[in-house]
């Protein structure tokens, strides 16, 4: 049990801890989010609103929909108004999952550095049947197109609902791919305890790893000492 002397085992525990308890936080929402028939804040339909809204648009927003796409294949910005959701957290849930991803899977690598972010994640998801197109549409069309631009890129859908399963990371719905984010959320936390309980990666490798992560962030410390000098006057 040496291994969890280690600074990286340290590291570890906090992010299971807080990744375990933020997902908590987010199933709660989910769950009841998942009772209501309705997802949405509904406009009433004697509402002015309803007659400047095509019919395809009027049924969008008067229906349940299960999987969050880019608001722009479904909308058109110019002439419709903004109609309030009552959200699935479907974007912070993949977001948090990709964070854990791509440093657990920096730590794992023999080489390559930390913002080499496909190759992290790629190295996190190497041994879960997941081919490379698959991950190449996970990197850069998913986790590239939530991190810089709120939604996945080129109209793929991302999904979280008990019903999806946990099988597959990708499924089709009505021709648009979707990911799947209750598969990308089992995988995410069986690797980060398998890694945990000593039986996946080499502990002497990681901890080499995230020592030279630390070192490279002593790069900014004369900028956060700055920013804490400017608070204090």
């Given amino acids: 049990m040496e291994y969890k002397k280690t600074e990286v085992y340290k590291y570890l525990e906090a992010v299971n801890l807080y990744l375990k308890g933020d997902l908590n936080s987010f199933h709660k929402v989910c769950e009841e989010i998942e009772k209501l028939k309705e997802p949405f804040d509904l406009i009433p339909s004697n509402s002015a ?10 049924e969008y927003v008067t229906t349940s929909i299960e999987t969050t796409s880019a608001v722009g294949k479904l909308f058109d910005y ?29 730590l794992l690598r023999n080489i390559g550095r930390a913002k080499d972010t496909k190759d992290n994640i790629a190295e996190f998801f190497k041994d879960k049947l ?19 631009s709120f939604f996945p890129k080129l109209g793929v859908g991302i999904s979280y609902l008990k019903k999806n399963g946990t099988e597959k990371m990708f499924h089709l ?30 502990f002497e490798l990681m901890n080499k790893r995230f020592k030279k992560l630390l070192e490279e962030d002593e790069d900014f410390e004369k900028l956060v000492s700055s920013v804490k000098s400017k608070l204090k006057k």
């Fill in 49 to 58: 609103i309803t007659f400047s809204l095509s019919p395809r648009i009027l």
């Fill in 78 to 106: 110019e002439t419709t108004p903004a109609i309030p959701l009552k959200g699935r957290l479907t974007i912070p849930i993949a977001t948090t999952l990709f964070a854990v991803a791509d440093i657990v899977g920096y």
């Fill in 130 to 148: 997941i081919d490379e197109n698959e991950i190449k549409v996970l990197v850069k069309v998913c986790r590239h197109g939530i991190d810089h």
């Fill in 173 to 202: 719905e009505n021709e648009m791919l979707v990911l799947n984010v209750n598969a990308m959320e089992k995988i995410v936390i069986e690797k980060l305890m398998q890694i945990m309980s000593g039986k996946y990666g080499n």
